[in-house]
Nanobody, 120 residues
């Protein structure tokens, strides 16, 4: 019953901004950490940024200073503001969250992914 839905992906020119959003819905009791991962074509999935329930953030070195992760616990959402985008940022971006359901079962949930393409 728990789902994560990403939105905001698309095509953008190098140097441009893009904002991704992820909304969790369903029988949710609580959400721990939330984050964003990405997977470029032919490469392994990698961590982009995470944010704990307390607001502590963690960023990959490749995006630090350019990306900002934030969350709204009341709305069960997590956002990723991406600035100064580079072609190497092109990837399928996945939302992730550690969620305890109303039945008190904790699980790591993933969204379906949203494509971000940075091209001249």
């Amino acid at each position: 019953q728990v789902q994560l839905v990403e939105s905001g992906g698309g095509l953008v020119q190098p140097g441009g901004p893009l904002r991704l959003s992820c909304a969790a819905s369903g029988s949710i009791f609580s959400i721990d950490a939330m984050g964003w991962y990405r997977q470029a074509a032919g490469k392994q999935r990698e961590l982009v940024a995470t944010i704990t329930s307390g607001g502590s953030t963690n960023y990959a070195d490749s995006v630090k200073g350019r990306f900002t992760i934030s969350r709204d616990s009341a709305k069960n959402t997590v956002n990723l503001q991406m600035n100064s985008l580079k072609p190497e940022d092109t990837a399928l971006y996945y939302c992730n969250a550690g969620i305890t359901t109303s039945s008190l079962r904790r699980w790591a949930y993933w969204g379906q992914g949203t494509q971000v393409t940075v091209s001249s």
